[in-house]
C-alpha cells in the first residue's frame, strides 16, 4: 500500500529514485522492517503529512519522523516528556490527570517505586521501550483506559462488513472499493485519521449520503432496504 501510494504521489520522482527493479524490492524489505509494526490508518496520516511536506518521497528516518508527528495527533506526549511526567507524579499516580492513559500504563509496567528511587540513565530506557509498545497499540486503534474508566465499546466488525455491502449495493458501487472508502467506521471516534478518511469519502461521493457512524449506516440501511 505504501509504495504504490507514494508512487501515485511522487510520480516520475519516486522511479528515479531506484536505479533497478532489484533495488526497489530490497527497498520495500527495508520499509516494512521499520514500520511494519504500525497500523494502516497511522500510515495513511504520515502519508498525508509527507505530502505536505516533501516534493520527494522521504527517507525512512523522515518517514518515522512523520509518525512520531501523528503521534502527537492522537494526544500522545513525546517519550521524553512522558517520562518526566510519570517520573514526577510517580508519588501519586491516581491523583494526576494524565496527558495521557499510555503514560500512566507505562509508568505503572516500568513500577511507580522504580521511577521515583532510580536514576535516569536506568530507568528512561526501559521506560521509553514500554511507551513506544504503548503508542503503536493506540497508534493500531485501541484504547487505553484509566482505572476505573469504562472503555468505549468498538464496532462489530462482522456487522460493519455487512452493512457496507449493503449501501455498496444500494449505490451500484463495488463492495472493494466501498469497503476501502468506508474504512473510517472501523476506526474509534477520538481518532484523528477517521475524520480525515471521512472527508475524502465525502468528497469521492458528494452526491450520496455517507454515513457518519455505525448507527447512521444501520438506520440507512433499514430505511432503504
Known sequence: ????????????????????????????????TSI??????????????AKQNYSWM???AEFLQLIEKCQQRFGLPVADAAYVEACRYASEP???????????????????????SLQQQQMA????SIYKT???????????TM????ALPEPSSGELFELINTWAQ?????????????YYLHLVARNPVRKHLQQEAQNKYSQLRVPDSLSDLRNWVTENT
Not at 530506557?125 to 521509553?128: A, C, L, S
Not at 504503548?134 to 487505553?144: F, I, N, P, S, T
Open 1 to 32: 500500500m505504501l509504495f504504490a501510494r507514494f508512487m501515485v504521489i511522487y510520480g516520475h520522482k519516486f522511479k528515479s529514485a531506484f536505479n533497478s527493479p532489484k533495488e526497489l524490492v530490497i527497498a520495500k524489505r527495508e520499509w516494512a
Open 36 to 49: 511494519g509494526s504500525y497500523d494502516e490508518d497511522v500510515l495513511v496520516a504520515a502519508l498525508e503529512l
Open 58 to 60: 522521504p527517507s525512512i
Open 94 to 116: 491516581l491523583k494526576h490527570k494524565w496527558s495521557h492513559a499510555a503514560v500512566y500504563h507505562a509508568g505503572k509496567k516500568v513500577g511507580w517505586f522504580e521511577l521515583r
Open 125 to 128: 530506557p526501559r521506560f521509553n
Open 134 to 144: 504503548l503508542c503503536e497499540r493506540v497508534l493500531a486503534g485501541e484504547v487505553l
Open 147 to 150: 482505572p476505573g474508566q469504562k
Open 170 to 182: 444500494c449505490h451500484h458501487l463495488p463492495i472493494e472499493e466501498a469497503q476501502t472508502s468506508l
